[in-house]
């Protein structure tokens, strides 16, 4: 796949079938609408283009709203659309620029001049262009003149894509990793960069890489106890996760953490993927340490069964 981060990076391909979309999460829905798109591709020996924003529309006409999550960050999506055998992908980034081109100039110069546009497959709600004026009907009226052909969604697609990013975020954060998994066609992931914590873990026999999310705007699970995997340089180890505030030791910060089992290398620094699994226990405020050490034995047995 190639990568584009900016829609000036494009050179007009031969035969473009093109999709434009927020496609967070890449989820069943989003890889039913992947499959269509290559099969148009492969129908007229063309190559299938998506085209999508970064940052997110709402990251730039509301940056004070921290409240908007993404099941994906921008370079998860990639590798997930490129696992995926999409041809290309263009991150654009969603400026005021970008939004006040009119309906028809957007079509003539984006889609037709910049990417050689030859069917579009677009869902019958989209909008584009100043003020959200453009729509499906503006594509169908200029495609004869362009040379392009619509090829709409149904509308009861477009709403199951709809429905499943909203209720897998909901799903995440309400300890419904299963549920979530089954939306997506894969397990939820959390990549991030090993950072030092407060070096409690290892006195307790427990150690924990905590990791960092840099995308402020990732969606993180609930609280609680998961059962994982964990992607280290290529290999992939099973591991009991946490993420929440630890009020055992009256904790002031929300961690993600991880016990890596068979595992006994520093790491600090590294990026590493983990894969969630499954939802054990949720977040419990012990009356010591020793307590929580037992019950960490106990969630040791519980995440070996549900991953053998
Ligand atoms: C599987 C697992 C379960 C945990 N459960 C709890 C818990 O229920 N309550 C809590 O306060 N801390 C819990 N912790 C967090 C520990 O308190 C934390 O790992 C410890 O404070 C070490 O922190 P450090 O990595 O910053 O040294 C859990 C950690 C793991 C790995
Ligand atoms: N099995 C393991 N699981 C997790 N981290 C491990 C493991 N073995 C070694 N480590 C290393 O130890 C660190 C965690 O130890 P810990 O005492 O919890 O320190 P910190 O509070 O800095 O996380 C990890 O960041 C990693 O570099």
């Known amino acids: 796949m190639k ?23 890449v989820h069943l829905g989003h890889r039913k609408i992947i499959k269509r798109l290559k099969e148009l591709a492969d129908e007229i020996g063309g190559e299938s283009v998506i085209l999508t924003f970064f940052p ?38 969603f400026s005021r620029d970008f939004s006040n081109q009119t309906a028809e100039e957007y079509i003539r110069e984006v889609l037709v001049k910049k990417i050689g546009t030859k069917k579009i497959v677009i869902g019958y709600d989209h909008r584009f262009g100043k003020d959200r004026q453009g729509g499906l009907a503006d594509l169908q009226r200029l495609a004869p003149d362009y040379d392009f052909e619509v090829m709409e969604i149904p509308e009861q697609d477009i709403n199951d894509v709809a429905v499943s990013s909203t209720r897998i975020r909901e799903a995440l954060l309400h300890d419904k990793i299963e549920l979530a998994n089954e939306f997506l066609g894969y397990p939820f992931y959390i990549t991030g960069k090993v950072i030092k914590g407060d070096q409690l ?10 990791l960092l999310v840099e995308e402020k705007y990732k969606l993180i699970p609930g609280d609680g106890i998961f059962a994982v995997k964990v ?37 600090y620094n590294q990026t590493i993927r983990m894969d969630f699994y499954y939802f054990v226990r949720g977040d419990v405020k012990f009356d010591s340490l020793d307590e929580l050490v037992v019950q960490l034995g106990k969630d040791k047995v519980n995440v070996m069964k549900l991953l053998s």
């Open 201 to 210: 873990g290892r006195q307790l026999g427990y150690p924990t890489a905590n």
């Open 3 to 25: 990568l584009y981060h900016h829609i000036d990076e494009f050179e007009p391909v031969k035969n473009a079938v093109v999709t434009i979309g927020t496609f967070d999460g």
């Open 56 to 93: 997110h529309p709402r990251m730039i006409l509301h940056p004070e709203d921290q409240n908007l999550k993404l099941i994906t960050t921008i370079a998860e999506k990639a590798a997930l659309m490129e696992e995926l055998g999409v041809d290309h992908l263009i991150i654009t980034p």
């Open 231 to 267: 992607h280290i340089d290529g290999v992939i180890y099973k591991g009991m996760a946490y993420i929440g505030q630890r009020p055992t030791i009256n904790g002031m910060t929300r961690n993600i953490e991880v016990n890596i089992f068979n595992f006994n290398e520093e790491i």
